[in-house]
């Protein structure tokens, strides 16, 4: 089992910054695969960034160049660094990771984008 504990979500306005945490704990033995999906109103999950294997990084189109993923190994913790946040970014965030053929999710964290 892995547990997965956000952190970091709130209000801000256009043009603003948020920074996302994830802790992982239980049967994880790396950072790899691991990463964040979001929900918004009316909308499918969907990936927005995944740290895929030895630092490799994917990220949605439409976040690309704005949000940025790290992770701490030492810690089993990833981050989202999100600038230049847009209305459009509003959602829940989800952690999300796979670990021995399973997939695991965070409660959540609401992200609102609004002036």
Request: charged share 15%; with cysteine.
């Given at each position: 089992q892995v547990?997965?504990?956000?952190?970091?979500?709130?209000?801000?306005?256009?043009?603003?910054?948020?920074?996302?945490?994830?802790?992982?704990?239980?049967?994880?033995?790396?950072?790899?695969?691991?990463?964040?999906?979001?929900?918004?109103?009316?909308?499918?999950?969907?990936?927005?960034?995944?740290?895929?294997?030895?630092?490799?990084?994917?990220?949605?189109?439409?976040?690309?160049?704005?949000?940025?993923?790290?992770?701490?190994?030492?810690?089993?913790?990833?981050?989202?660094?999100?600038?230049?946040?847009?209305?459009?970014?509003?959602?829940?965030?989800?952690?999300?990771?796979?670990?021995?053929?399973?997939?695991?999710?965070?409660?959540?964290?609401?992200?609102?984008?609004?002036?």
């Amino acid at each position: 089992q892995v547990q997965l504990v956000e952190s970091g979500g709130g209000w801000v306005q256009p043009g603003g910054s948020l920074r996302l945490s994830c802790a992982a704990s239980g049967s994880i033995f790396n950072i790899n695969n691991m990463g964040w999906y979001r929900q918004a109103p009316g909308k499918q999950r969907e990936l927005v960034a995944v740290i895929i294997r030895g630092g490799t990084t994917n990220y949605a189109d439409s976040v690309k160049g704005r949000f940025t993923i790290s992770g701490d190994n030492a810690k089993n913790t990833v981050y989202l660094q999100m600038n230049s946040l847009k209305p459009d970014d509003t959602a829940v965030y989800y952690c999300y990771k796979r670990s021995l053929g399973s997939n695991y999710w965070g409660q959540g964290t609401q992200v609102t984008v609004s002036s």
